[in-house]
């Protein structure tokens, strides 16, 4: 089948008004940054991004790290990336699936090392579109004229007795509509409707499926990212996710395979 279907308001009320204290001079004490990897390898690409944790007070500023050595194992073979602009690694070739990636990332007197396994890639059976039954429930005015509301479907089959771990992003253009991961534990070895997206699109609208096949690292990561994004509370800081780099730094390294459609609105 040809595919081309197509992140609190937080209002602090004075109950004692008599008792106001003007706070002057208030200092955030400012940690050590700490090195973060990002790191990843696909059938066709391995790339790696190094940057370092930034002020509070200034979180566009990133300081990318360049000069790093970054070397990726699999097999008998062992490549060096190249660092393409400041903090940015990557090689490409045809990587095999199935093959566990080592990573050594070296700056300095520092060595970050992980781990990960590329699983073979499970394809989607068929991403499907149509008008939602909600379409003609909404009021004139609340919606784009220009726009109807549709249901995104999309099927895959489950390989049985092998536990899997899957991540599904949806973009439109350059947005990221959703982000999600599941392993099979509800679903081993089934032909199951994996995604379902409500939305309103008109015909400009393209949107794209990327049903990732992940390790268990990978997965781990990613559910205690949501649940650290997720996490509230007025003075509570989040946890960071769950990662499988050994060294001194924050971030992960993981290998997949992918499958992707496109959709498109009539």
Known sequence: MKKSLSILFVSLVAMFSSCTEVMEDFDLTTAEPKIVVDASVSPQKAQ??????TSYLNPNNVPYISGASIYLSFNDTQLALNEDSAGYYSATMNFPEETTYELNVLIG????????YM???????SVTVQKSEFADWI????????????DVLGYMTD?????????????????????????????DGQAIQLVTLMGAYSSTD????????????????????????????MFSAPDNPKSNLEGDALGRFYAYSIDSVYVTFE
């Open 159 to 187: 390989i049985k007795s092998v536990v899997n771990y899957y991540k599904v992003d949806i973009w439109n253009a350059d947005t990221l509509l959703s982000r999600s991961v599941t392993d099979d534990g509800y679903f």
């Open 119 to 125: 699983p073979k890639a499970i394809l989607w059976d």
């Open 48 to 53: 790696v991004i190094l940057s370092k944790t």
């Open 139 to 150: 009021p004139a005015g609340l919606m784009d004229s220009t726009k109807t509301l549709y």
């Open 206 to 233: 393209t949107l794209r499926l990327y049903l990732s096949s992940i390790d268990k690292a990978a997965y781990e990561f990613y559910n205690t990212l949501a649940l650290s994004n997720s996490s509230s509370g």
């Open 109 to 116: 007197k520092e060595n970050i090392r992980a781990t990960s």
